[in-house]
């Protein structure tokens, strides 16, 4: 999958982890970092998970929020969030809209 950078988000609206609510408006003219994975606790998910959470101080540096998106329902994000210290929420796509 090809990095995409400055294209406009499609409509969306979603919550987020600790009730946050993100909009595809919600960010306007600020860098907004939406990666995608498949689910929670799973090796290559949760290497991806920590390579962003170590990386974290330099996209806030870069002026960037972060947003981790999966299918995985709220609890298992929180319980994911809460295990690997993510400075950053996580996205619930259940519906993989």
Do not use: W
Not at 22 to 47: E, I, Q, R, W
Not at 48 to 59: G, L, T, V
Not at 62 to 90: I, Q, Y
Request: glycine share 6%; aromatic share 10%.
């Amino acid at each position: 999958m090809a990095i995409v950078v400055n294209k406009p988000l499609p409509e969306f609206e979603a919550v987020a982890t600790n009730g946050v609510k993100v909009t595809n408006t919600s960010h306007l003219g600020a860098t907004m970092v939406l990666y995608f994975y498949p689910k929670d606790n799973t090796p290559g998910c949760t290497t991806e998970a920590m390579q962003f959470r170590d990386k974290y101080k330099d996209f806030v540096k870069a002026g960037a929020t972060v947003f981790g998106v999966s299918r995985d329902n709220m609890k298992s994000h929180d319980d994911f969030k809460l295990k690997l210290e993510l400075p950053f929420e996580l996205i619930a796509d259940t519906e993989e809209k």
